[in-house]
């Protein structure tokens, strides 16, 4: 079956502008996770959907950014009035479910092929 | 504090030997996850292998195995028969139950595999 996948694949865009990115997770797959790769900071954790319960947005950054889920599948991450900082890597992962009581295998999480954001 | 570490910034090995790249952690919830991922070039998060702390055995995935020492709090891959296209970056990666599933990650270790 197919992937998680994510547009766009590049995204430049001028300091002070909105930006939005789209994660389309693995078809039947409850879980849904936002992580941030850059340079300086490695891989960081953003913010963790899980069916219809409240989300885990304990990694974001700052208030500007935000995301949703709509219909339990789609996600998308908005970036408002971007810093040059906010140039990264953004990464969507989705996972089978989320086992909260013990770790198993349907926890793996599985990636897609990453937006690239740069700020200029 | 839960961590990741992974000492080794980068790695060389000769193709067809194998390689073991180190991976130490640091929790004390008793149930948690380890996973190794894989980056090539492109940038993809690649799945490899995943370890849960209750397991008996050491998992393993065709050319992949992971050396599980829980007393030690280690997690080593160990790559068989090396590849060129095992060259790539790889990340140790933990997930705790108790901490909404998101995955720690390690700083990545760079293996370059040498004709």
């Known amino acids: 079956g197919a992937g998680v996948s994510q547009s766009p694949s590049n995204k430049v865009t001028e300091k002070g502008k909105d930006v939005e990115l789209r994660c389309d997770p693995i078809?039947?797959?409850?879980?849904l996770y936002w992580y941030r790769q850059s340079l300086g900071q490695g891989l960081e954790f953003l913010i963790y959907?899980?069916?219809?319960?409240?989300?885990?947005k304990s990694g974001l950054p700052s208030d500007r950014f935000s995301a949703e889920r709509t219909g339990g599948s789609v996600s998308t991450l908005t970036i408002q009035r971007t810093q040059q900082e906010d140039s990264a890597v953004y990464l969507c992962a989705s996972s089978l479910v989320f086992s909260s009581g013990s770790a198993s295998g349907t926890d793996t999480q599985y990636f897609g092929p990453g937006t690239r954001l740069t700020v200029l | 504090a839960q961590k990741i570490t992974q000492t080794q910034p980068g790695m060389f090995v000769q193709e067809k030997e194998a390689v073991t790249l180190d991976c130490t952690y640091d929790t004390s919830d008793p149930s948690y996850g380890l996973f190794w991922y894989k980056q090539p070039s492109s940038g993809e998060m690649i799945f490899l292998i995943y370890?849960?702390?209750?397991?008996?055995q050491n998992a393993t995935e065709g050319r992949y195995s992971l050396n599980f020492q829980k007393a030690r709090k280690s997690a080593n891959l160990v790559i068989s028969a090396s590849q060129l296209g095992d060259s790539a970056m790889y990340f140790c990666?933990?997930?705790?139950?108790?901490?909404?599933?998101?995955?720690?990650f390690g700083q990545g270790t760079t293996l370059q595999v040498k004709p």
């Open positions: 370890q849960g702390s209750y397991d008996q």
């Open positions: 959907f899980q069916g219809n319960s409240a989300p885990d």
């Open positions: 078809s039947g797959h409850t879980a």
């Open positions: 990666a933990m997930v705790r139950p108790s901490n909404t599933g998101k995955l720690i």
